[in-house]
């Protein structure tokens, strides 16, 4: 009977907190704070651990530490999902407008250029532009690497500016990738990984675009994901 009693109650908390999780993640489709696309996978996992339970609004702290920790990277743009800060405003900065970047680690040029030269592959396009375009959309990564470049004298950016390896006489083209569907950030990161690209820019709209070897900096900052606009 003890058995049976502790049986119970097992299901009966994983139930509770399957309801409790089931709720929450229908408010995230009607709030207007909460990032849904960029927040609900990490929130989702925390929530289920029951690392994000106390309310800061009320004076109880109790869980903040553990919270952050397991939301990590995404603390500041996922806490209000959770309770845990004042909503955010996102009319002004739509998920679009925001993406992460990444270097991989060890990207291979001749995959990348095979698969992307000729007829697109299914549910995915690819779209090649000047890299002078692609220049142009840098003004926000410099003064970024220029903040890095003062507070870690041991950095080296090639050249000093990204420009420097930038040859106007020629007519270099930047490719990329756009999947056509949405993605979380760690699905686009491997797919770019096995289409041998060597970065990523993952939107926050959870669109997917993986950069190839010729581009400089970091392709395009225009969504493109033909089922994943907004």
């Known amino acids: 009977m003890s058995f049976a009693r502790g049986g119970m109650q097992s299901i009966w908390t994983h139930s509770t907190l399957l309801a409790a999780l089931l709720l929450f993640l229908s408010g995230l489709s009607f709030s207007t704070a909460c990032n849904k696309a960029l927040c609900a996978s990490d929130v989702s996992k925390c929530l289920i651990q029951e690392l994000c339970q106390c309310r800061p609004s009320d004076g109880n702290c109790s869980c903040c530490k553990e919270c952050m920790l397991c939301l990590g990277t995404l603390w500041e743009e996922c806490c209000d999902c959770v309770g845990m800060c004042n909503p955010r405003n996102y009319s002004d900065t739509p998920a679009t407008s925001k993406s992460t970047v990444e ?13 992307t030269e000729g007829e697109a592959p299914i549910n ?45 006489t020629q007519e270099n083209m930047c490719t990329v990738v756009y999947f056509d569907d949405c993605v979380s950030i760690r699905q686009c990161k491997q797919y770019c990984e096995s289409m041998g690209g060597s970065k990523y820019r993952w939107f926050h709209n959870a669109c997917c675009e993986c950069i190839g070897p010729e581009c400089i900096d970091y392709g395009s900052r225009a969504v493109k994901c033909m089922n994943c606009l907004f």
């Open 124 to 168: 995915m396009m690819v779209v090649s532009f000047p890299v002078a375009e692609e220049l142009s959309y840098h003004e926000s990564l410099v003064s970024f690497l220029e903040t890095m470049e003062d507070q870690h004298q041991n950095i080296s950016l090639p050249g000093n500016s990204i420009h420097s390896s930038y040859d106007n």
């Open 103 to 115: 270097d991989l680690y060890r990207p291979i040029p001749s995959l990348f250029r095979a698969l």
